[in-house]
């Protein structure tokens, strides 16, 4: 559900909303950045600098890569569509569950999706089968891979990791990863694996970690060959001077990461230790900001009961029954908000269900 829609429907703020489909950083932008669009607004009256030196220079240089193997977008959606036209795929591997994202940009286009099961009948927190994956890159031409996960959360080893791409290109396959939560989680980026490649497309956004979604922003890193064929299908310009400047300032405030990665980490303590007093939940923790939740029962329309609070939720249905939810973490009093709420709709249902089975025998 749209939350603009939703608000002007209901005649509600945005703020009067509680977005749980948006893992967006609950702390909101870097302070620096705040102050680096605001001294940039002077620059307003030039045309923006297309081939984005100063932060290609910067990110080429922490990552050790060379600069005509990084191109950046109107954030990592927009980089998807531009490499989906230019590769003109007509099968697509994802692994499920799948986000909604996902489909959204794939339904623009005639492809055929093939769904690769990660649920838990692998593993208790969720792993990805890797030879099993590596086997079905030869029924498809390009495999999507969050990384992590952008639902459970899973992160693939650096190894396994390695080996995909080396099948990737063995089989002539494309293999996009995209590290949209990397930046919540202790792990490296792929980002020179990618660049030494010959078909992987790694590809990165300002709008999570770093709370830019206001003023998308995306880059990709691949091998020269594969930049080359997806610059011709970008539209210029594809960003601004205020995203640009708070861009770079992001990237080198890290106090603002040590500040983020403590909240996140207190938060999810609180979270857990409340979920776990509520029957009927399975917690799965993950390495980004976000938990995923299996209710063990089927509960009809669970969206609209959420809904009724004002509550905006990103619900996942399973092979083997029951439903997940993606929880993303927010500020404290939206949090416990959401713990109150999803308690009071499982008792309430709970309830109904007694209710209902006394009612038969009687």
Do not use: W
Not at 45 to 62: A, G, M, S, V
Not at 74 to 94: C, M, Q, R, V, Y
Not at 125 to 149: C, E, W, Y
Not at 249 to 263: A, I, P
């Amino acid at each position: 559900m749209d939350i603009h829609n939703y608000a002007e429907s209901k005649r509600l703020s945005l703020r009067q909303v509680f977005d749980f489909t948006s893992s967006v950083n609950p702390l909101g932008p870097s302070n620096k950045a705040k102050n680096a669009i605001r001294k940039s607004i002077k620059f307003l009256e030039f045309t923006p600098d297309k081939e984005i030196r100063y932060l290609k220079r910067y990110i080429c240089k922490q990552d050790r890569i060379d600069e005509d193997c990084v191109i950046f977008g109107h954030g990592s959606s927009s980089l998807l569509h531009s490499l989906l036209g230019a590769t003109e795929p007509k099968t697509i591997l994802l692994v499920s569950p799948v986000s909604k994202r996902y489909i959204d940009i794939l339904s623009n286009y005639r492809i055929n999706i093939q769904l690769f099961s990660a649920e838990e009948r692998y593993h208790p927190q969720f792993s990805i089968d890797i030879a099993g994956l590596i086997d079905r890159l030869k029924t498809v031409d390009m495999l999507i891979l969050p990384n992590p996960h952008d639902v459970m959360g899973t992160m693939m080893p650096a190894e396994s990791l390695g080996l995909l791409i080396e099948a990737t290109e063995k089989a002539g396959k494309i293999l996009v990863i995209d590290e949209r939560y990397m930046d919540f989680t202790p792990f490296k980026s792929s980002v020179k694996l990618a660049a030494e490649s010959k078909n992987t497309l790694m590809i990165r956004t300002f709008s999570e970690f770093y709370a830019l979604n206001g003023l998308p922003l995306g880059y990709g890193a691949g091998s020269r060959t594969l930049i080359n064929k997806l610059s011709a299908s970008l539209i210029p310009p594809q960003g601004n001077v205020l995203v640009y400047a708070a861009a770079i300032v992001s990237l080198k405030d890290k106090g603002h990461k040590t500040r983020t990665m403590k909240f996140v980490k207190e938060e999810k303590e609180y979270f857990v230790k409340k979920l776990m007093q509520i029957d009927g939940l399975r917690i799965f923790d993950t390495a980004c900001n976000f938990l995923l939740l299996k209710i063990e029962r089927q509960i009809p329309d669970l969206a609209s009961l959420f809904i009724k609070y004002h509550i905006v939720i990103d619900e996942y249905s399973s092979e083997s029954a029951g439903t997940y939810l993606k929880v993303p973490l927010k500020r404290h009093k939206s949090n416990a908000r959401f713990i109150k709420t999803l308690k009071n709709i499982l008792k309430t249902y709970c309830q109904k269900t007694v209710d209902s089975n006394t009612a038969q025998h009687i």
